[in-house]
């Protein structure tokens, strides 16, 4: 609805004009002339310049109906009036005009789903805007695409009332009543004709449902018609993928309710035979490569006809192409039905084209980070013949810096020269600071927490920047580390590390303290694409405050090394990362291998550690996850392993259900003694994740299974798997705007009398 307390003169105004002008021209046509004076009246805003500007007529000028017509064109082109007239005096050309008004003010009420500052920006994008000249097509068009963004969020009853209101000097005010009225929802979502598989089978591989006690997060019970057309294409993928090669959505029907709050969507299907592969035939220009090709097919003879290992193999195909310069290589796949066999022919045509090479490669999207972050990740040259694996390896590496949302290349032919091609990285880019928290309630305790901040992208610079700090009364800590990912033009990174902490294990004022000061620094090499192998030197000093409650081991530490000792650790470690996902990994693995040597000071030892996690996908929306991990360290000198260079077990990252870093040797539980870590470290971890019932398929928050296994061991004891302090429990991960937030709640399996228990614990922005 439109409503206007006072008229205002339009663009018809300026038709009829030009048909009276027409009209009045054939009778009596203007005798041409010399224009001697042109004047303008009726400007109030506007300058006068902008008028004299846009005439197609100056003073000199010969004036006829056909510059008359023109000078009317041009003036009302400038979306600044409402009328124009010109009339003749003499030889003097007269220019009438009447403004429109200018928006003083665009207000909104009531809306409540949209956020204001949102909704001025996107009126301002269309050119309504404070200040800007009033136009009441745009007003009818915000109009239009206010309702429209409603019923994109399943608010069918929304209703927008305009009003403009007019005030002194020729302004308007602008205001949008929003009435939004309650979200429709599915309350009935049917698949008529599925035969092959039950109709609850095939609703779950649906993002859109009839909603559950979670659809306040996940919003599955809204209609969205673009999510729809998805599960569509979700139900049709499934059925081509099994063999049905002729299914057919016959029609998708959606219903709303007369009060525009329920909806009923009902999909119609015909899933037609199951058809075999019989034979795959390949055809076309093969390079001379056919044992190639021939490797690249993913379709299985004698095997139900399975769309997406056709999909797969006409993609190799091309991918192939393009490792030899031929951007704009063609595959294509046939059919052959035998109906009375219910068995497929599958042929594959495929053919070069022209082979081509990258002019330019262009960078578009990246408001804050560098240019240069983006285009050093490149593998792909200008100059250089096109290579298709080179340019999804440069996709995949900026991809894998986190700083974007989505990362894709597009290839553009280059307008006259048909060899050349230009390339355009497109990214979106999203906030790569962090803040993580990790907590524990203990009934001993209470809550200790931790806060620490760090920006991956610090400056657009591909910087990264971390702060740790812990201020509690018993742990004070301040960590800082800084990493340059491309300290030399090769890739080869650079990380300082700065720390201080300070451990005061009770509140007693005079109990004993450990003060721990060090830096190091650390290069990381690229070997190859997929692995970098690290390099590091650092110093660290820790010092033994005596005082009361002093444990014994720390006294026999003293009478070896002193209260204040010295370390120089030489480090090196190898990292490969494969996972399909940082965040929600469903396959893939990491594998890492990390060494410490220390050559200098009192303390010399060396340790390692191994790690490897590994993903599976048991089903779309199942994951299992397994992490194992192992630790040693030894002493290189007549003295024992030092003790501060200890290794320590328990809680989130280790064994859930107990205390963080509460484990104890055997050693250490036979003489009572408190944890103080061990040489030797071992941890097991078993997940099975899974998005929460009631959740859809939104992978962001889920609900995990687990078990946990994990022991410490001292320099001269050897492992014992029935040592092992074993937990099993449940819990949440939730992709949250501060990070990953992991919650679990576990009951200890196998414990010792003298373990700490901690049943309830959380952490964010940490995995596993």
């Known amino acids: 609805m439109f409503t206007m307390p006072i008229a205002y003169k339009s663009i018809p105004r300026f038709i009829a004009a030009l048909l009276l002008f027409a009209v009045v021209g054939s009778a009596r046509a203007l005798a041409p002339f010399t224009v001697e004076d042109i004047r303008v009246e009726g400007l109030q805003r506007v300058e006068a310049g902008t008028v004299f500007g846009s005439l197609p007529v100056r003073i000199g000028d010969t004036y006829s109906d056909d510059k008359a017509a023109a000078s009317i064109r041009a003036l009302f082109g400038l979306g600044l009036f409402n009328d124009v007239r010109i009339t003749v005096s003499g030889n003097v050309l007269l220019v009438i005009v009447e403004e429109r008004p200018t928006v003083a003010e665009v207000s909104f009420s009531g809306t409540k789903e949209f956020d204001k500052d949102v909704l001025v920006k996107a009126l301002k994008d269309i050119g309504l805007a404070d200040g800007r000249p009033f136009d009441k097509a745009l007003a009818d068009k915000a109009e239009q695409e206010l309702k429209r963004q409603y019923i994109n969020r399943s608010m069918y009853a929304a209703e927008v009332v305009t009003t403009v209101t007019p005030l002194e000097r020729n302004r308007v005010n602008l205001s949008f009543a929003v009435m939004e009225g309650d979200i429709a929802k599915i309350k009935s979502i049917r698949i008529v004709g599925a035969k092959a598989f039950s109709e609850d089978a095939l609703l779950g591989l649906m993002d859109s449902d009839t909603g559950g006690w979670l659809s306040w997060y996940t919003k599955s019970d809204r209609y969205v018609r673009s999510k729809l057309n998805a599960d569509v294409e979700t139900l049709r993928s499934y059925y081509l993928s099994r063999g049905y090669l002729e299914f057919v959505v016959d029609s998708t029907q959606v219903v709303i309710s007369p009060n525009k709050q329920d909806i009923s969507v009902t999909i119609n299907i015909s899933e037609g035979e199951r058809f075999i592969v019989s034979k795959v035939k390949l055809v076309g220009n093969l390079l001379e490569k056919d044992a190639e090709f021939q490797a690249l097919v993913k379709i299985q003879v004698g095997e139900p006809y399975n769309a997406n290992e056709v999909s797969q193999t006409t993609k190799a195909f091309t991918d192939f192409y393009s490792n030899f310069g031929f951007a704009f290589a063609v595959a294509e796949s046939s059919t052959v039905v035998d109906r009375k066999t219910n068995q497929v022919e599958v042929s594959i045509r495929a053919e070069p084209s022209r082979r081509v090479y990258v002019r330019r490669i262009n960078v578009a999207g990246n408001d804050r980070t560098r240019d240069e972050v983006i285009r050093r990740e490149f593998r792909q040259l200008e100059a250089a013949w096109y290579d298709g694996e080179k340019i999804r390896q440069s996709r995949n590496r900026v991809d894998r810096l986190g700083y974007f949302k989505e990362v894709t290349i597009d290839t553009q032919e280059v307008a006259g020269l048909?060899?050349?091609?230009?390339?355009?990285?497109?990214?979106?880019?999203?906030?790569?600071?962090?803040?993580?928290?990790?907590?524990?309630?203990?009934?001993?305790?209470?809550?200790?927490?931790?806060?620490?901040?760090?920006?991956?992208?610090?400056?657009?610079?591909?910087?990264?920047?971390?702060?740790?700090?812990?201020?509690?009364?018993?742990?004070?800590?301040?960590?800082?580390?800084t990493t340059d990912p491309y300290f030399t033009d090769d890739g080869v990174s650079r990380t300082i590390d700065l720390y201080q902490r300070t451990t005061k294990p009770y509140v007693d004022l005079d109990s004993y303290s450990l003060q721990t000061t060090g830096a190091g620094v650390r290069f990381g090499v690229p070997f190859t694409e997929t692995d970098t192998v690290y390099f590091g030197v650092g110093v660290d000093s820790t010092t033994i405050v005596p005082g009361t409650l002093l444990p014994i081991a720390y006294s026999d530490f003293a009478d070896q090394f002193g209260y204040t000792t010295y370390a120089v650790p030489l480090t090196v470690g190898w990292a490969r990362d494969t996972r399909d996902s940082a965040l929600v990994p469903s396959s893939g693995r990491i594998l890492r291998a990390n060494g410490e040597w220390s050559v200098g000071g009192e303390l010399r030892y060396a340790r390692a550690s191994t790690?490897?996690?590994?993903?599976?996908?048991?089903?779309?929306?199942?994951?299992?996850?397994?992490?194992?991990?192992?630790?040693?360290?030894?002493?290189?000198?007549?003295?024992?392993?030092?003790?501060?260079?200890?290794?320590?077990?328990?809680?989130?990252?280790?064994?859930?259900?107990?205390?963080?870093?509460?484990?104890?040797?055997?050693?250490?539980?036979?003489?009572?003694?408190?944890?103080?870590?061990?040489?030797?470290?071992?941890?097991?971890?078993?997940?099975?994740?899974?998005?929460?019932?009631?959740?859809?398929?939104?992978?962001?928050?889920?609900?995990?299974?687990?078990?946990?296994?994990?022991?410490?061991?001292?320099?001269?004891?050897?492992?014992?798997?029935?040592?092992?302090?074993?937990?099993?429990?449940?819990?949440?991960?939730?992709?949250?705007?501060?990070?990953?937030?992991?919650?679990?709640?576990?009951?200890?399996?196998?414990?010792?009398?003298?373990?700490?228990?901690?049943?309830?614990?959380?952490?964010?922005?940490?995995?596993?």
């Open 611 to 768: 790690q490897v996690q590994q993903y599976f996908p048991l089903s779309k929306k199942t994951t299992l996850a397994l992490n194992a991990e192992l630790s040693m360290g030894v002493s290189t000198n007549d003295k024992t392993y030092p003790l501060f260079k200890n290794y320590y077990s328990g809680g989130l990252g280790s064994v859930r259900g107990f205390e963080q870093g509460s484990l104890t040797t055997g050693a250490q539980r036979d003489q009572g003694a408190v944890a103080t870590g061990g040489a030797k470290k071992i941890t097991i971890n078993a997940e099975v994740l899974s998005p929460l019932p009631g959740g859809g398929n939104d992978k962001t928050l889920r609900m995990y299974g687990f078990f946990d296994a994990g022991g410490l061991y001292g320099p001269n004891e050897t492992i014992q798997l029935g040592d092992l302090r074993t937990s099993a429990g449940v819990g949440i991960s939730w992709i949250s705007p501060v990070g990953p937030l992991r919650l679990a709640l576990a009951k200890p399996i196998s414990k010792f009398d003298t373990d700490k228990m901690q049943t309830l614990q959380f952490q964010i922005g940490t995995s596993f």
């Open 418 to 481: 048909p060899d050349q091609v230009d390339l355009t990285i497109a990214v979106v880019e999203k906030p790569t600071g962090s803040l993580s928290l990790g907590a524990g309630v203990s009934s001993a305790d209470g809550l200790g927490i931790m806060l620490g901040f760090k920006q991956e992208n610090a400056f657009g610079s591909g910087n990264s920047l971390g702060v740790e700090v812990n201020t509690s009364k018993l742990n004070r800590t301040v960590v800082f580390n």
